[in-house]
């Protein structure tokens, strides 16, 4: 996938506690970037079921 110089999504957040702490984030990404990430996070969440599954088995 080809993904033009134009298309792309991106996020701000900028959070402040009081006068001392504040933090900013900031993501740029492009369609296949998004395809790509959820990819691995619904292959991480396929993984656990059986991973707790196993864990939780009692050996006979």
Sequence with gaps: MADR???QQSALVELRFGNQVAMKAEAHLTPSGLLAIGALVSSILLSVAPII???RR???
């Design 58 to 60: 009692r050996p006979y």
């Design 53 to 55: 599954w196993s864990a």
């Design 5 to 7: 110089p134009g298309n």
